[in-house]
């Protein structure tokens, strides 16, 4: 009886992971019928890639509890993760690799979906998975599921970095911020709000592409994960030497994310995205970036937020919306471990 057609066979079993026809079963009636092309098919030892100029090469491990929170799941997340970290260097992501820990146990149907959502959210970018693994692990040694994925991809516009900022830049957001914090924080606290919050999980390379195509200056694009544009915005400033000034009634916030932090203790800033990016580019391409942002889903909040400047070199200054002005720092200790 085959993998698909079984009824008695409901979850993961060590067998899972054993190399033997249990194993070859798996991946080929799910994973291969779920992510099939040619060389994934070709079931090597290592894909053999057909690469030419720059390329950009990255790699992430994601461990989010639960793995299902409302806008997404860890496969989704894993996807767009990496895809976004290859399109952050303005790099098409072309080829990813998958491997799989999974806990003894594990629900079929529920890696199923997991599954299927990650082939899903690969068809936005047109990457394709082309070589994996899968580790079954005993009862007891991981929960639940595991994913790393690494991805590569063709570097489209050379020389987007950290380093690069200039005073006069703008800084703009694609999106409002927090979202995947906030979604993850209500989740895993069971928290039943009266609102339509999801996480802002996504895939990012349709909208880098767009402004990719224009002829914009970018200097700099981050999605703004673990750390939120907090993190992005301290370590830009640290790398180019330069000061950032944010003005906080700029900031898109929703009054969701906003309501949890004042109920938690958060900031915004702080909290993780995980399909909002963070861009810096010269003040006279600012609003034609803005366009091209709220074009997108979940760009009708993009905004510039702020600009880079001379004073306060290596420091990130936040305009409050009483006049005051304070230090936006390093994100401190582990608000919400285990969100990517």
Not at 37 to 51: C, M, T, Y
Not at 62 to 91: C, E, H, Q, R, Y
Not at 153 to 173: E, H, N, Y
Not at 295 to 322: N, Q
Request: net charge negative; with cysteine.
């Amino acid at each position: 009886m085959s993998f698909k057609q079984s009824t008695s066979l409901k979850q993961i079993q060590l067998a899972h992971g054993g190399g033997g026809l249990e194993m070859a079963k798996l991946i080929r009636e799910l994973f291969f019928t779920a992510f099939d092309n040619p060389i994934l098919a070709a079931e090597e030892d290592a894909a053999v890639l057909n690469l030419s100029g720059p390329c950009a090469f990255t790699t992430d491990s994601f461990t989010v509890s639960p793995l299902f929170f409302a806008g997404g799941d860890i496969g989704k997340l894993a996807i767009a993760g990496t895809v976004n970290d290859l399109a952050m260097m303005g790099a098409e992501p072309q080829y990813l690799s998958l491997a799989l820990v999974i806990e003894e146990g594990f629900e079929l149907a529920k890696l199923r979906t997991i599954i299927q959502s990650m082939a899903a959210e690969l068809a936005k970018s047109g990457a394709r998975i082309v070589c994996g693994d899968t580790k079954v692990v005993p009862k007891g040694c991981a929960d639940g599921l595991f994913i790393n994925t690494t991805g590569v991809g063709r570097v489209l516009r050379p020389g987007l970095s950290a380093a690069k900022l200039q005073p006069g830049d703008a800084i703009l957001v694609s999106g409002d911020i927090g979202r995947h914090g906030a979604a993850i924080l209500m989740a895993r606290e069971g928290l039943q709000l009266e609102s339509d919050l999801i996480s802002d999980c996504a895939s990012l390379w349709q909208v880098v592409e767009q402004l990719l195509a224009l002829p914009f200056e970018l200097h700099a694009m981050r999605d703004a994960t673990r750390g939120g544009i907090a993190a992005v915005l301290n370590e830009w400033a640290v790398r180019s030497g330069v000061g950032i000034a944010l003005e906080e009634a700029r900031l898109p916030i929703s009054d969701e994310v906003q309501g949890l932090c004042e109920l938690y203790g958060f900031e915004a800033t702080d909290l993780a995205n995980e399909g909002t990016f963070v861009l810096a580019l010269p003040k006279r391409d600012a609003e034609g970036a803005l366009e091209v942002l709220r074009r997108f889903d979940g760009g009708s909040k993009a905004a510039i937020i702020g600009e880079v400047c001379e004073d306060h070199a290596g420091r990130v200054v936040l305009t409050t919306a009483w006049g005051g002005r304070r230090y936006l720092d390093l994100p401190q200790g582990e608000l919400l471990p285990r969100i990517c």
